[in-house]
């Protein structure tokens, strides 16, 4: 699992990062706060990547995907971006979770 969603962070870090490219050309929004934003969403995901296995990793990275779901009233586009990664995110952790039970029945056969 934690290969998968770690995937899925590390396409969310330059998603986020491109979005604030974006972002910076509207006038409602001061280009300080735009990348205080994106980079705390940034450092996030990165983040994430170490803490997958970790309780409540799965949560946070599921918060992440609802942060680029709204993040679409700032820039359009996020909210097809935010709904395509969240169904990454899931897919990630659904599968994962398969892989990971499939790896602990083939390694309880081998010994």
């Given amino acids: 699992m934690r290969t998968l969603c770690a995937s899925t962070l590390i396409g969310e870090f330059f998603v986020i990062g491109f979005a604030g490219l974006v972002a910076m050309k509207s006038d409602d929004i001061s280009m ?8 705390a969403g ?3 995901s ?7 296995s970790r309780p ?5 990275g ?5 942060a680029l779901i709204v993040s679409g009233f700032v820039v ?5 971006l ?3 990664f969240a169904g990454l995110w899931w897919a990630s952790v ?10 602990a029945r083939w390694a309880a056969e081998a010994g």
């Fill in 32 to 39: 300080a706060t735009v990348w205080t934003v994106c980079g």
């Fill in 82 to 84: 935010g709904a395509l």
């Fill in 76 to 80: 359009p586009t996020m909210f097809v």
């Fill in 56 to 60: 409540g990793g799965v949560q946070l």
């Fill in 62 to 66: 599921w918060a992440l995907q609802i």
């Fill in 42 to 44: 940034m450092l996030l």
């Fill in 94 to 103: 659904h599968y994962g979770r398969k892989i990971d039970e499939a790896k």
């Fill in 46 to 52: 990165v983040l994430l990547c170490g803490m997958i």
